[in-house]
């Protein structure tokens, strides 16, 4: 008898040469060799990522240059120091515009600030980004960014990686999973070579974008990461960003200060949310097309630019000054909410620019207005744990905030402080909002996403754990008059919905199900014919016991199949049967272990169970 290739199913199986002494052939990880091409295929997207930071960061200079300063120069410039007067205004307001024209005739998937594009592509978009997109990202958010707008470089960075990593993929044979891969690694590989943090940049493809832990996914991301950090010194200079050397660590009393920062940082990422969506509520109401949103939101940046023109731009000198302990008191309050402000009415409008050098910015002076009461001499370790709590609270990735926060500045004395804050303002936004500002657009649309990770019990639990046992089987020598007349007996209603069907020697040819009776019943032919006659060439799907459910319900789901028989290696002998209702048990089993709770160990007498009370009742 044929008996059908499993791996036409998709799914992998052990075969009795793959048995070792433990008598399987399972492995901790799915990932083998062709992890090695897409790494090596990382190589080359992280090298393009790189270059898109290079470009993107040059293209914001010259826009700075030539519509605040009238020259033509890549040089970093800060907007602050322009002498335009009250002109200035306008200048947010046309760039603005500018991008809404984009955006309606070019391509509407360049407005906002890239992440939850990405995360859009990831899951509904099968990883494919159009090739404009990769142009007019970077090109609108240069005019965004470069003529006031409150945004980061990084966002768009992150998108345009992405987006090169993609159209790269697009060129091969590749499977969905390695094409997200390399979206994800040009993604990592823009962020490194921004900001010269590439574990951070590993950590973020990771809690935002690969929604999965596997070796076949983070192999290729690291590269890629690793590989534009390399090329950071090369492009942008090497050495932190913003760097801040702690003299000695914070006692552990203060400890509990980073907690209570943490809630603090928690609260403000909420209220900055809620700003956003807010804001994009009223656009929402306009009697106007969307196209026009972003030159309102202009006239909005303008107006609080020229009030406080350090909140224009992406900051960075900014940034530094909070490091520094140089921006506090009044003009860092003045700064945290005019940024607020004018920040969440242009990303609301939908213009093009990234969210995280602004959260790091309001963080930081969250942290430094904190810091300034709890050790007024020592403010910039406080502006950076604030900083990293309000990005790790607010994007909901507390591992990537940490690591960021360490890797800006090199300072290791921070680790405990930076960890002791994101973990509590992470604590406060899981508990106080249903979704992230990156998330909570992709709600909007219709698709919900699931941000935690965790282990497939298909994929931890054992056929042998869950088939029924021991198997009613019927005999290959049996009529086909004789199994109607079994499933159409007076006792019939006992009857399994299949059995499996043994040969003389106990070898399995197949399984027969009330379908196949019925269907014999109606053509009334072959009643004479054995079920060995029958089943000859029948093409089976079948497991093993010491295999795991997961590979097992692939095969019932491609197939179609509601019964699968179990044998047992090498000789391949019936020992049971799994059916849909077992994997439902697997699941059950799941819920259980998550939502009963018991105490394991009390003290004092021990309550009777329910059998022994309904026994001393009799």
Known sequence: ??????????????????????????????????????????????????????????????????????????????????????????????????????????????????????????????????????????????????????????????????????????????????????????????????????????????????????????????????????????????????????????????????????????????????????????FERLPIHWMWWPALAGLAVGLGGWFEPHALGVGYDNIAALLRGDLTGGPAVRLLIVKAIIWSVALGSGTSGGVLAPLLIMGGVVGTLFGGWVSPGDTGIWALIGMSAVMGGTMRAPLTAMMFGLELTHSMGALLPLATACAAAHATTVLLLKRSILTERIARRGHHIVREYSVDPFESVRVADVMAQPVRTLSANMSVREVIDFFTAPDAPRRHKSYPVLDNSGRLLGIVARADVLAWMMAEADSGKSLADLLTGQELVIGYEDELVGPIADRMAESGRGRVPILRRPEGSLVGLVARRDLLRVRAGRNRHEHEREALIRFGPVPPTSVEAEAGGL
């Open 1 to 282: 008898m044929h008996m059908i290739n499993h791996e036409s199913f998709g799914a992998k199986r052990a075969t009795s040469a793959d048995v070792g002494r433990n008598g399987d052939g399972l492995r901790d990880f799915s990932a083998d060799r062709r992890v090695l091409v897409v790494a090596f295929m990382a190589l080359v997207v992280g090298t393009a990522g790189a270059a898109a930071a290079w470009v993107l960061l040059r293209l914001i200079n010259l826009v700075t240059n030539l519509a605040y300063f009238g020259k033509l120069s890549t040089a970093a410039v800060s907007i602050a120091d322009n002498t335009l007067g009250c002109v200035s205004v306008l200048v947010p307001v046309g760039g603005c515009l500018i991008i809404g024209l984009m955006a309606r005739f070019g391509s509407e998937k360049i407005r906002g600030h890239g992440i939850p594009e990405a995360i859009e592509a990831i899951l509904i978009g099968r990883s494919r980004i159009q090739a404009r997109v990769a142009l007019l990202k970077p090109l609108s958010s240069a005019i965004s960014i470069g003529t006031g707008g409150p945004f980061g470089a990084e966002g768009p960075i992150i998108m345009t990686g992405g987006a090169l990593g993609s159209l790269f993929a697009q060129l091969f044979h590749l499977s969905n999973a390695e094409r997200k891969t390399l979206l994800v690694s040009g993604a990592a590989a823009g962020m490194s070579a921004t900001f010269g943090t590439p574990v951070a940049a590993i950590l973020l493809a990771v809690e935002l974008l690969l929604f999965e832990w596997k070796p076949r996914s983070f192999i290729p991301v690291a590269v890629a990461a690793i590989v534009a950090a390399a090329w950071r010194s090369w492009l942008l200079g090497s050495g932190p960003l913003f760097p801040l050397a702690m003299s000695a660590d914070l006692p552990s009393f203060d400890l509990l200060f980073c907690v209570a920062l943490g809630i603090i940082a928690g609260l403000a990422s909420g209220l900055l949310t809620a700003m956003v969506y807010g804001s994009e509520d009223l």
